[in-house]
């Protein structure tokens, strides 16, 4: 923004703009003013600074268009006063995509996000006749009109619950800015055309979500081929393959063009969600063992617990690691089992390890179930989802997680999230943190609802930034009991951390609380030994404070 306002706005001065008035109006040079502007995210807000003045509107304006986002609805929608949105003109969707075409903003975008329900009329009757609704091909064709229009835009993603046709594709593979690309194909198994992506130049990041063979997904193959640049992989599949026990993901599908000609693509971070597919000798040459450096897998391998069903596929994993895992800095993954700690300690140089622990809604699994009852003797399972093992089995596992981790990655570990199904005690926890000294996030569970914790950790962390205490699933006593008082537990806090030695430390987690720490700060006076009194402040937060941090926000099964 700085390059196109008058250079002489930064030459400008606060003064009073009516000296012969009792009240000073003072005027900021207008670099403060394009600051404080920059801070706004909300749209509201920058919407009623535009129309503050002309000034303003000239210098809020990229700010209010840089991320677009317009959402779709099956349905009418009423607001308060009980007056339908759009009256007099045209759905929000409709109104949003004209003011980008008619009006000179769309130079502006840099985001362009189009998401919700789109109301194709009689689908099965156009499938019938082989035809593409009208509704469908305007949309996009109107899309693509505006994505023209884009001439900076970096980032485009396509969550509605209809298809992505060949005319905005082929505008997206115009774009020579297009860096970031996320695609939802429909869940819909009524015939569609499919479409064979071209490649995007510049492309870094793509995700692909809600993958099902059985629903016409477009090919990826090419893009996937072309997009020489690429960096981040992230595909999503449909649940429903993995529920059903069906091997239907053909690898080959996806892959096949990279593998016929030899291209292995530089990607540094790999996700996949609900893969269940086998993995084939043809997979090692999909990817560079020397790029790839953080994978995550949800819902993709079974653990401890899980559904047997899937073993024999996901043995194919197991058994033999893809050899670009040996390269590995970073894993997150929601299952924990021995064949998985295995393959753990056959890397070395792990820097960041998250197990993620959140619970999906429990599904009544095809295993197990006939004509919708379930058969005597069956329990319900959700795949993918670990299951709580017996105490024992537990305990045993966790330690030999910490061995591992403590053994093979102690000097480089710097983000640790552990199964806050793993209660850990006193001497587990000094073994992990006296082996791993370089830590500065760390999250696990305790056997205890004791403050000590603190005493025991800090001494031994000196670079810790953050610690998260993770709730007992299985006991509700557990964070009752830390939940109990608010003000003991800042209390608390302030005495064992008021220490220079612990200056690092800047957030901790109690089960569903965050609470930040603030700096050290001198008391002004000395203890009876003459040496200088500090404290730090500690007051509760709201939890988007930290979503950012890597032990909250990635402890979610998202890609």
Request: proline share 5%; hydrophobic share 40%; glycine share 6%.
């Amino acid at each position: 923004m700085a390059a196109v306002l008058n250079s002489n706005m930064f030459d400008c001065a606060v003064n009073d703009v009516s000296p012969k008035s009792r009240e000073q109006v003072v005027q900021l040079p207008l670099n403060l003013i394009a600051l404080i502007i920059s801070y706004l995210d909300n749209v509201a807000d920058l919407a009623r600074v535009c129309r503050t003045s002309r000034v303003l509107h000239y210098m809020t304006l990229p700010q209010l268009y840089s991320r677009v986002t317009l959402h779709s609805y099956a349905h009418i929608r009423y607001g308060s006063d009980e007056r339908p949105e759009g009256c007099g003109s045209a759905s929000p969707l409709a109104m949003g995509l004209n003011g980008l075409i008619s009006r000179n903003v769309a130079g502006l975008v840099r985001s362009f996000k189009i998401s919700g329900e789109w109301n194709e009329g009689d689908l099965e009757e156009f499938a019938k006749v082989g035809r593409i609704p009208d509704t469908s091909m305007m949309l996009n064709m109107v899309v693509r009109t505006a994505i023209e229009k884009m001439e900076k835009l970096d980032s485009f993603s396509w969550e509605l619950n209809t298809k992505m046709l060949q005319t905005v594709y082929h505008g997206l593979a115009q774009r020579q800015t297009l860096s970031s690309l996320t695609i939802k194909f429909p869940a819909t198994r009524l015939p569609r055309p499919v479409i064979l992506i071209p490649p995007i130049p510049r492309l870094q990041t793509l995700k692909i979500t809600d993958i099902d063979p059985l629903c016409y997904p477009d090919d990826i193959s090419l893009l996937l081929l072309g997009s020489k640049k690429l960096r981040d992989l992230r595909l999503h599949w449909s649940p429903r393959m993995r529920d059903e026990l069906e091997l239907s993901v053909q690898l080959q599908s996806y892959f096949g063009r990279c593998i016929a000609a030899d291209h292995k693509i530089p990607v540094k971070d790999i996700a996949f969600q609900n893969l269940y597919a086998q993995q084939t000798e043809e997979f090692e040459k999909i990817f560079d063992p020397n790029k790839v450096r953080r994978i995550t897998m949800i819902n993709s391998l079974a653990g401890a617990g899980d559904n047997a069903g899937t073993t024999f596929v996901d043995d194919t994993w197991r058994m033999k690691p893809p050899k670009f895992m040996q390269g590995l800095k970073s894993m997150r993954l929601d299952v924990w089992s021995k064949g998985h700690c295995d393959v753990i300690g056959k890397i070395a140089g792990l820097e960041s390890v998250y197990l993620i622990s959140t619970k999906k809604v429990a599904k009544e699994q095809v295993n197990g179930t006939m004509n919708g009852t379930r058969s005597q003797g069956s329990s319900p399972c959700t795949p993918g989802t670990p299951a709580t093992p017996s105490s024992s089995s537990a305990i045993s596992l966790a330690k030999d997680y910490i061995e591992v981790l403590s053994t093979n990655h102690g000097q480089t570990l710097r983000h640790l999230l552990l199964a806050a199904q793993w209660r850990l005690g006193s001497d587990d926890i000094a073994k992990l943190v006296r082996n791993c000294p370089n830590l500065e996030q760390l999250g696990l569970g305790i056997e205890k609802a004791d403050f000590d914790l603190f005493r025991l950790l800090l001494p031994f962390l000196p670079r810790i930034y953050a610690i998260r205490i993770l709730d007992n699933p299985e006991s509700s006593a557990f964070s009752q009991e830390l939940k109990a008082d608010e003000d003991v537990h800042e209390r608390k806090m302030t005495e064992y951390i008021s220490k220079r030695e612990y200056n690092t430390l800047r957030w901790v987690g109690i089960c569903d609380m965050a609470f930040e720490v603030g700096k050290l700060v001198s008391l002004h006076g000395h203890a009876g030994n003459g040496v200088a009194l500090y404290t730090r402040p500690v007051k509760r937060v709201p939890l988007d404070m930290v979503k950012d941090i890597e032990i909250w926000g990635l402890d979610s099964l998202e890609i």
